[in-house]
Each structure stands twice: as C-alpha cells, then as structure tokens.
C-alpha cells in the first residue's frame, strides 16, 4: 500500500478523501508521515487520519492538494474559491500541515 498513487485523508468525523500521493507532498507533515524510511504507521498504509480536522475542512485541504498539484507549473493561476465561514479553521489546517512552510523554487 506504501507504493500506491493515492493517499487517503481521513477527517475527525470519519470522511473519507483520496489524493494524488504527489500532490499531497506540498505538506511536509503528510510528506513526513508517508516517508518510507520513517516509522509513521502511515507510510505503511497509506492512510493519514487527522482526528482535529474536521470532514469540511478536510475536504477544502484535498481540493487545494489537487488545486496546487494541477496549477504548480503555471503562472496565471485562478483564485481557489475559499469560504468566509472556514479562513480560521483553514488557517489552523495549513499550519499544522506545513503549508506555511512551503517555499518555491
């Protein structure tokens, strides 16, 4: 399951969100998580369960996964439609996922 294309993302309240293994390595806490060299179970799975991020909220972090991943050799990128309602519950997703963290080039 380690090898597989797709990573699934499961939320505190049991949804269930298949990725693009590659585009979810814009996070480098799942990018650490699916290291095979570590012993995170979910390098093993393949399955990264997140129990304080919640279904919708989730789900906005695979969209943006498989926004970044579709977009990241663009330069004119449309804007990712993001809720009012969810900026601080996204905000607090990112930072734990280490998107902050990421950096071009």
Same mark, same amino acid.
């Given at each position: 399951?380690? *090898?597989? @294309?797709?990573?699934?993302?499961? !939320?505190?309240? +049991? /949804?269930?969100?298949?990725?693009?293994? @590659?585009?979810?390595?814009?996070?480098?806490?799942?990018?650490?998580? =699916?290291?095979? &060299?570590?012993?995170? /179970?979910? !390098?093993?799975? +393949?399955?990264?369960?997140?129990?304080?991020?919640?279904? &919708?909220?989730?789900?906005?972090?695979?969209? %943006? /996964? $498989? %926004?970044? %991943?579709? $977009?990241? *050799? @663009?330069?004119?990128?449309?804007?990712?439609?993001?809720?009012?309602?969810?900026?601080?519950?996204?905000?607090?997703?990112?930072? /734990? =996922? +280490?998107?902050? !963290?990421?950096?071009? +080039?």
């Amino acid at each position: 399951m380690a *090898d597989s @294309k797709y990573v699934t993302l499961v !939320s505190s309240d +049991g /949804f269930e969100f298949v990725v693009l293994r @590659k585009a979810t390595l814009v996070s480098t806490t799942i990018k650490a998580m =699916l290291d095979p &060299n570590s012993q995170f /179970f979910e !390098s093993k799975t +393949g399955r990264c369960i997140f129990p304080d991020i919640n279904g &919708n909220v989730l789900e906005k972090v695979a969209e %943006y /996964f $498989n %926004y970044w %991943y579709r $977009n990241r *050799d @663009k330069e004119d990128v449309p804007d990712l439609d993001i809720p009012v309602e969810m900026c601080l519950e996204l905000l607090m997703a990112a930072d /734990f =996922l +280490g998107l902050d !963290s990421f950096k071009t +080039g």
